[in-house]
Structure formats: structure tokens, C-alpha cells
């Protein structure tokens, strides 16, 4: 999918594929100042359909499935990242991801800017029995450590005995001391993946989150975009990225674990880097089942007539050992 659709999430439901993605005026990079009348912003969280994988068809923003947010997120707009003569919703949502509960309804988990430290983000959950929704939104946010940055990119995952979880990214390099990613210039800030266990109705916290991964000297500025699955042989594979999302040291990652919890092992070598396969920084992948095998959907920058944007892509996924 050509066009700015960052963070894309994948979901199959009665022979449909849904991607939900980030806001489109998010991230964009070198713009020409050609933003102005595109629409881009528009909608909270984009939404894109297929029946085959490979001709999507990106919704109009009137369908945003979360129109309405949380009381505790920033109201209003703000001037678009790369143009300033654009407005778009203040909030900036990112990284929306779908869950489908045992009742056959649905929740979406997003992270948006928080009214009380915007620009800070901080985790959220919405519900609908649809899965295109509209979305309600909860009242109040599912995380929200802002004395550490705040938090983004929740991935959720239902375990093999149906417990729920909801990985997310606590965003310690918004509180750093500048350079790539706003955390290269030493003290560099911990950017930790935190797993937090959740009530069956998938929008309660139960207990308190535990860290499952952080960043070290050779992630650079961070590691955010986990997601988690579950292979047949019963090892949890978590995915993350490391790098600068606005830099060709944006990459996939991979680590494997016995326990959900952890520890997880990292594997010797990204899965996805800038240059494999003509790829310019990779990240953010969502995995899914496909019958009996896997799909990723992930991010990778393009230019286009607006600048630099990240652009959704599709690969087969094998797991073996």
C-alpha cells in the first residue's frame, strides 16, 4: 500500500483482511510542502481492506473505526509535522491493535497524546462489536507513565490457556537529551518493552506490567513496535524494532523465549534492515496466522509526491525451531 500507513496492524475476519494503521499525517519525512489538501490527518487511525493480500483498498476517513477518543487524550489539532500550514488531530494516534474477546466482540488499543503532558503519549482501549468498529473509547488510559515518557505501540496477544496480554513500549527517549530519535546523546534513556497481564474483558489491568526487553548499545536510540505470537512448538517469538524510524538504522528484530514473560533471547541478526531486498528502513511488524502458516505486515519508507513515508508491505513468515 503506497501511501503514509505506518504501524500497519493485520487482522482476518469472515475472509476479509482489515490493516488498521497509524494517523496518515504521522512520520512523514523531506516533505515538499504538498500537504495541503491531501486529507492526510484526517481520521484518527486508517483502515485498509483486501480479500487477496495484494489489491487494498484504503477507506475513505469518514470510515475511521475510531472516531471519538478517551476523556484523558489532547483535544483540538495541532500543525502537521511536515507542513505547518496543515492541521491534524492533536492527539496523533498511533499504533492501533485488535483483539477479538470470547464473546465474539472487540477491542482496540491505540496510543495517543495525553491532555495533561501532550505531546507525551500514553496507551488507551476502545470496544465495539464490530471490527470495522466505531470504536468506544475507555474513559481513562491503560498506561500512562509519563514520569518515564509515556507509552505507545500496544500489541496485544491471547495465550495458549486464553489469558491476555498487552505488550507496549514505554517511550523513555521522549524524555531525552536529543540527537537521533531524541535519545543518542548520552544519558541515553531506557526505551523498555513491558508485557501486562489483563482481565478476560481484555480492557482491565491485572497486576502490574513486567519488562521483557530494553534496549542496549547496539539498538541505538531505542526499541519500540513489539509484537508477540505463539508458535506451534510453544515458543513465544517476540518482534521489535530498534534504530530511528526516520533513519536507514530503522530495522527488524526478533527474540525467542519458553515463558511469555521471558527471558527472551535475541536472535544473532535483524530480520529486516534497510537494503534487504531494496527495503528502506523496515519495522513495526504485526503477525498473524494464515491458516496453518504466518503473514507480517510491516512498514519501510518510499517517497511520494508528499515526502518521505512509510508504506505497507506483506511477507510470508516460516517459524522453525
Known sequence: LSTNFPDPDLFEHNGTWFAFATNS???????NMQLAGTGLGAA????ATSTDLNNWTLHNPADDPLPTLGDWVANGTMKAEADPTVLVRRAN??????????????????????????????????????????????????????????????????????????????????????GDCGNSIPPLHSTPILLQKMEKDGVTVSGTPTTILDRTDQDGPLVEAPGIIRSDD?????????GCTRLPSYDLKYATSQNIA?????????????????????????????????????HAR???????????????LNLNG
Request: hydrophobic share 40%.
Open 44 to 47: 484518527n487511525v486508517q483502515l
Open 93 to 178: 494516534v498511533w499504533a492501533p491493535d485488535v483483539l477479538q474477546r470470547a464473546d465474539g466482540s472487540f477491542v482496540l488499543y491505540y496510543a495517543a497524546a495525553a491532555a495533561t503532558v501532550d505531546p507525551l503519549h500514553c496507551v488507551g482501549a476502545a470496544t465495539s462489536d464490530e471490527l470495522q468498529g466505531p470504536y468506544k473509547p475507555l474513559s481513562t488510559p491503560l498506561a500512562c507513565p509519563t514520569e518515564l515518557g509515556g507509552a505507545i505501540d500496544p500489541a496485544s496477544i491471547i495465550d495458549a490457556d486464553g489469558t491476555i496480554y498487552v505488550a507496549y513500549k514505554v517511550d523513555g527517549n521522549a524524555k531525552g537529551n536529543g
Open 302 to 316: 518510499i517517497n511520494t509526491n508528499v515526502g518521505g513515508v512509510r508504506a505497507m508491505y506483506i511477507a510470508t
Open 262 to 298: 521471558g527471558p527472551y533471547t535475541r536472535a544473532s541478526e535483524p530480520l529486516l534492515k534497510t537494503g534487504d531486498m531494496g527495503l528502506s528502513a523496515p519495522g513495526s511488524a504485526s503477525v498473524r496466522r494464515n491458516g496453518s502458516g504466518w503473514l507480517m505486515a510491516f
Open 234 to 242: 510453544g515458543v513465544y517469538f517476540l518482534f521489535f524494532s530498534s
Open 25 to 31: 499525517a504521522a512520520g512523514i519525512v523531506n516533505s
